[in-house]
């Protein structure tokens, strides 16, 4: 399995000098297994992942939708595929929450928000519903879901790789964002969730010193991150949804306090590809 970040920043796009290290795309990784691919999220990122596609001449993509904020679905009218009529895109979300994808994507293509709507993509657009409970196939990777706590709804996403004839071991890769702690109790469901994957991503938007100021905005920290990602026995951890302020040197010093905690934990990077 391999993993490609396309973007890692949270809430909102940022390119500063101070934003060159680790990057400024919002929420969008790519998850591959040999030539299968499932996409989680289309946040700002996924304006790169599809000029790489038309590049390679990849006429099929299917992208899995956390939840359906603003930050996750601002890549959609720049995603090159999309206005090309050979191409085929499959967009699946899991469970109920406030709108489906439809009504949110539609509502966000649309007067006064955005000049351009659904009717003016050229390829063949399928909105794909799941329940909480379903998997999802796609050759030899396989997606379930779990809700989290979040405003409108939100669900963490698992992709696990098949054992192939190749000879490849099966893989697993949690994304878990957005969401919000309960200071008082670890979220014992999302725990069971990660249970000994290879590698999880979390919000960790704020640290435990800010959350205070911050709850009810329906993010999390990296301390809690790393708190679960220990309780899950988790086998690499990424710090992922970074607050559109915080600066390379700031994350540069999360990462190093992350791992006197957990070694093996990092802060994730725009165009970081890591193999499982």
């Not at 998850?31 to 000029?51: K, P, Q, T, Y």
């Not at 709507?117 to 030899?140: N, P, T």
């Not at 698992?158 to 949690?174: C, L, M, R, Y």
């Amino acid at each position: 399995m391999q993993l490609v970040f396309w973007g890692t920043r949270g809430s909102l796009p940022m390119n500063t000098p101070n934003h060159r290290l680790f990057g400024g795309n919002t929420a969008c990784i790519g998850v591959h297994a040999g030539d299968d691919m499932v996409v989680f999220d289309g946040g700002s990122g996924l304006i790169h992942l599809g000029s790489e596609m038309v590049e390679r001449d990849r006429k099929e993509i299917d992208i899995c939708f956390s939840h359906f904020h603003s930050d996750h679905i601002c890549g959609l009218p720049f995603f090159k595929p999309l206005f090309d009529s050979s191409f085929t895109v499959r967009l699946h979300s899991f469970g109920t929450n406030d709108a489906t994808l439809y009504d949110a994507i539609s509502g966000y293509l649309s007067s006064p928000i955005f000049p351009i709507g659904l009717a003016d993509f050229k390829a063949q657009i399928e909105f794909v519903e799941h329940g909480a409970d379903d998997a999802l196939s796609i050759g030899d990777l396989r997606v379930s879901a779990c809700p989290i706590p979040h405003p409108g709804g939100a669900h963490a996403l698992k992709a696990v790789s098949a054992t192939n004839t190749q000879g490849n071991e099966s893989k697993s890769f949690v994304y878990a964002t957005d969401t919000e702690h309960n200071p008082a109790a670890i979220n014992a469901s999302l725990v069971a969730f990660m249970r000994e994957v290879d590698m999880a991503v979390y919000d960790c938007t704020y640290d435990d010193a800010e959350f205070a100021a911050k709850q009810g905005w329906g993010h999390s920290t990296w301390q809690e991150g790393l708190r679960l990602a220990m309780a899950a026995q988790v086998k690499q951890f990424g710090i992922f949804h970074h607050e559109p302020e915080r600066s390379d040197e700031m994350l540069l010093a999360i990462e190093a306090q992350a791992q006197e905690m957990m070694p093996h934990s990092f802060v994730t990077r725009d165009y970081m590809r890591i193999e499982l």
